[in-house]
């Protein structure tokens, strides 16, 4: 049975930083790529980042986090995180790990529904 659970979330000022980590229970090279989403009450969920587990460095980023946002992982600890600086108001959400044994190119990246595994959420709040 495979979990994802995420931490790291918590309250920052604006222009402050945080790191959130998603831990799986298994090897994360077990799913082709790993996204981060979020959703903000009342908002849909949004996508942030998609990264193919073989190399980190091709993630992409939604256009509104892009430059503020990275992802990185290290895979002896089958850990995925998010380091996110210059954090805005706007960027207050519940912030999810998923994971899926395919990837998706084009829309279908950041599409949720293409997301098998999912962790139970972070919350960040920006102030």
């Known amino acids: 049975h495979v979990q994802l659970v995420e931490s790291g979330g918590g309250s920052v000022k604006a222009g402050g930083s945080l790191r959130l980590s998603c831990v799986a229970s298994?090897?994360?090279?077990?799913?082709?790529?790993m996204a981060w989403f979020r959703q903000a009450p009342g908002k849909e969920r949004e996508g942030v980042s998609v990264?193919?587990?073989?190399?980190?460095?091709?993630?992409t980023y939604a256009d509104s986090v892009k430059g503020r946002f990275s992802v990185s992982q290290d895979d002896a600890k089958n850990t995925l995180y998010l380091q996110m600086n210059s954090l805005q108001p706007e960027d207050t959400a519940m912030y999810y790990c998923?994971?899926?044994?395919?990837?998706?190119?084009?829309?279908?990246?950041?599409?949720?529904?293409?997301?098998?595994?999912w962790g139970q959420g972070t919350q960040v709040t920006v102030s």
């Open positions: 990264s193919w587990t073989l190399d980190v460095s091709t993630t």
């Open positions: 998923a994971a899926a044994e395919e990837c998706y190119g084009g829309s279908y990246a950041l599409d949720g529904r293409k997301y098998t595994y």
């Open positions: 298994t090897s994360i090279h077990k799913f082709a790529c």
